[in-house]
């Protein structure tokens, strides 16, 4: 995609709502497009849970559908808010993985945006230390979640798992 293109039109909405913007760098990581905005006020780029950030990367995709240009997954990001964020989602499926392991059950995360969904099966599977782990994807709506479990977890035909809800993972404030 054409970066010239992305940072005009990028520059062009945050102006037309009276953002603090200085200019923003796109660099590809893999088969997704990182933002990342240079402003003297953050917070209000981000918003209140990250609300605002979203709201403006799409508005940003849709702009970019409009010129006919269909956008590779972007990520908008400001003073690494997001990358905080992803962060945080991984060490969360590190540390309920040696749950798993432990146990020997599977365990679903709390319910959580698409995006994040996506960090964590990307990072577990492509995670070498997290080999031994398979993730699936459960629910529907605002409530569909991640379940980590073994690989080589034994199921009896015909038998169905509920998820194990984990209260304590700290994901309730996950942006996106």
């Not at 209000?44 to 709201?55: A, F, K, V, Y």
């Not at 400001?78 to 599977?106: H, L, M, N, P, W």
């Not at 997290?130 to 009896?156: A, C, P, Y």
Request: aromatic share 6%.
């Amino acid at each position: 995609m054409d970066h010239e293109l992305i940072q005009q039109q990028l520059a062009a909405l945050m102006q037309h709502l009276g953002l603090p913007y200085d200019g923003c760098t796109v660099t590809p990581e893999g088969d997704v497009l990182r933002i990342d905005i240079a402003s003297t006020e953050p917070s209000r780029i981000i918003g209140w849970h990250g609300e605002t950030l979203s709201s403006l990367q799409h508005l940003l995709k849709a702009m970019l559908r409009t010129a006919g240009k269909a956008p590779v997954f972007l990520v908008l990001d400001v003073d690494g808010y997001r990358r905080s964020q992803e962060e945080k989602v991984r060490r969360i499926a590190e540390q309920k993985a040696e749950f798993v392991r432990r146990t020997g059950s599977r365990i679903a995360l709390q319910p959580m945006s698409p995006y994040f969904r996506r960090v964590v099966h990307t990072f577990v599977a492509n995670s070498p230390a997290l080999g031994d782990m398979t993730t699936e994807s459960v629910g529907q709506g605002d409530f569909r979640q991640v379940v980590l479990k073994l690989k080589d977890e034994k199921v009896s035909a015909g038998e169905e798992l509920t998820p194990v809800m984990a209260q304590d993972d700290d994901l309730g404030n996950l942006d996106v």
